[in-house]
């Protein structure tokens, strides 16, 4: 047998569903960093006093815990993609909340997006690595611009409202720009 860093997670998968509770220590210890940093910056500014991007990442998979004795296992990635969507729809439930806080305007609730997300036809599973990393080396608020236009599907007032741009259009030019310099380090690869 293989050290437990180098089993296949459907073998880990297989153990903790048998009851083994190492499996699911090396299956968590192989998958929070990597969750951790593909979350950074994705918390809404607004919703950061309330939750950190930590404790957001470590409540998700706590309540996808139970679920994993359940999980279909369909190849390499899939555990991490599970675990990405679960805190992804945990993210749009904190820009949720943050959006119904009295002292602040209000930004569109209706964030479900039917089917496939606007960055998902934008990019293809090849080019996600590179996205991840040149959205990392982008500031906090041209992360937070990208990541509400092409994650989330906000729509121009939406992005004003949660980010308190003055206007629709103040909003739509800083996104154009924050998207600009997005491109440019994933041409440059980060240089």
Same mark, same amino acid.
């Given at each position: 047998?293989?050290?437990?860093?180098?089993?296949?997670?459907?073998?880990?998968?297989?153990?903790?569903?048998?009851?083994?509770?190492? #499996?699911?220590?090396?299956?968590?210890?192989?998958?929070?960093?990597?969750?951790?940093?593909?979350?950074?910056?994705?918390?809404?500014?607004? !919703?950061?006093?309330?939750?950190?991007?930590?404790?957001?990442?470590?409540?998700?998979?706590? =309540?996808? *815990?139970?679920?994993?004795?359940?999980?279909?296992?369909?190849?390499?990635?899939? *555990?991490?993609? $599970?675990?990405?969507? #679960?805190?992804?729809?945990?993210?749009?439930?904190? $820009? =949720?909340?943050?959006?119904?806080?009295?002292?602040?305007?209000?930004?569109?609730?209706?964030?479900?997006?039917?089917?496939?997300?606007?960055?998902?036809? !934008?990019?293809?599973?090849?080019?996600?690595?590179?996205?991840?990393?040149?959205?990392?080396?982008?500031?906090?608020?041209?992360?937070?611009?990208?990541? *509400?236009?092409?994650? *989330?599907?906000?729509?121009?007032?939406?992005?004003?409202?949660?980010?308190?741009?003055?206007?629709?259009?103040?909003?739509?030019? !800083?996104?154009?720009? #924050?998207?600009?310099?997005?491109?440019?380090?994933?041409?440059?690869?980060?240089?």
């Amino acid at each position: 047998m293989s050290p437990a860093g180098d089993e296949p997670t459907i073998d880990l998968l297989l153990r903790y569903r048998d009851g083994d509770g190492s #499996a699911l220590g090396t299956l968590l210890g192989r998958n929070l960093m990597p969750l951790r940093r593909w979350a950074s910056g994705r918390l809404p500014a607004a !919703a950061r006093d309330l939750r950190d991007t930590e404790d957001l990442v470590q409540d998700t998979i706590a =309540r996808a *815990l139970p679920k994993l004795a359940a999980f279909e296992y369909r190849g390499e990635g899939a *555990l991490q993609a $599970y675990l990405r969507a #679960a805190i992804m729809n945990q993210i749009r439930n904190e $820009y =949720r909340r943050a959006a119904r806080l009295p002292y602040e305007e209000t930004a569109d609730t209706q964030l479900a997006h039917p089917g496939r997300s606007p960055l998902d036809e !934008a990019i293809g599973r090849d080019a996600a690595e590179d996205y991840e990393t040149a959205l990392a080396s982008l500031s906090p608020a041209d992360r937070e611009l990208v990541v *509400l236009r092409l994650e *989330l599907d906000y729509a121009y007032q939406d992005i004003a409202d949660a980010t308190g741009k003055p206007s629709a259009d103040a909003a739509r030019m !800083a996104t154009s720009r #924050a998207i600009l310099r997005l491109a440019q380090q994933m041409r440059h690869g980060g240089d």
